[in-house]
């Protein structure tokens, strides 16, 4: 149905077919087939088999290798980021890392998942001489990382274990859940974790979950803390974790999160 616009009412299908299967997939995280896309919207399929093709180039949307169903890519929340100046999660959380960086003087970053890896979406450098940090777009592992591990924790089951499996389609793997499982639960009652770098030695992962207005995990903040051999770093591994919990906190309050009971945060199943 055409759609009024300011100065009268035009038509564009294909730009209206485009951003109607970028609606329909905002409310189906699993992701769609091309099939079960046009069924939701009642379409026919060959009416939007190109318009999905050229949005996978283009970026817009991302195809699992596993399943062949279709996600919102992150092309549109960059997008989103230059084009507007609405709050997003860059945005809530670059000032607070910013601080959380100063006070520990140690480097930190912000992990999103990204079908089944997960993506560093923004960082912060320590400001001292000597440190350690992951490049802005650096692809995560989803499955072995402390933060990857951390988003699984506190996702819903369903969400991740579609994760999980596209980390094992990615990866030609085989994960064992049951000893991944026991692992995402003493992260879950922890409400956070850490543990010793698995490929960068005197680098101790430390991360916590952050949630947004629907109460479901958005990413993980998390710090390499670097040990140094002299001592001279800033604060202990025991302060900065403190320092890196109410980072996370706060930067779900500003996305709109309330915990439930007091400042503790919301383990989810």
Do not use: W
């Not at 992150?74 to 959380?93: E, G, I, M, S, W």
């Not at 320590?126 to 506190?154: E, H, W, Y």
């Amino acid at each position: 149905m055409p759609r009024p616009g300011p100065k009268g009412t035009y038509a564009a299908p294909a730009i209206e077919k485009a951003f109607e299967v970028l609606e329909m997939l905002a409310s189906q995280r699993e992701g769609a087939l091309v099939s079960e896309m046009a069924a939701y919207l009642d379409r026919s399929v060959g009416e939007l088999f190109r318009i999905v093709i050229v949005m996978e180039q283009m970026g817009y949307l991302q195809k699992s290798a596993k399943s062949d169903r279709y996600t919102v890519g992150y092309k549109l929340l960059d997008l989103a980021y230059r084009a507007t100046p609405a709050q997003n999660l860059v945005n809530a959380a670059l000032p607070e890392m910013r601080m959380l960086a100063i006070e520990t003087g140690q480097s930190c970053h912000f992990v999103v998942p990204n079908g089944g890896e997960g993506l560093v979406i923004a960082r912060e450098e320590n400001p001292g001489t000597r440190g350690f940090s992951l490049r802005l777009g650096a692809a995560i592992d989803m499955v072995k990382s402390c933060s990857g591990q951390v988003i699984l924790a506190f996702s819903s089951a369903e969400r991740a274990d579609h994760i999980i499996a596209e980390a094992e389609a990615i990866q030609g793997i085989k994960v064992d859940r049951a000893a991944l499982s026991a692992r995402l639960e003493k992260i879950r009652q922890a409400g956070f974790d850490h543990r010793k770098s698995p490929i960068t030695h005197g680098v101790t992962d430390i991360s916590y979950p952050v949630f947004g207005f629907h109460e479901d995990i958005v990413g993980a903040l998390t710090i390499p803390f670097l040990e140094l051999i002299d001592g001279s770093q800033k604060v202990g591994f025991d302060a900065a974790l403190g320092v890196l919990k109410t980072a996370a906190a706060n930067i779900s309050e500003t996305l709109g999160y309330h915990a439930g009971r007091g400042d503790t945060i919301a383990v989810r199943g």
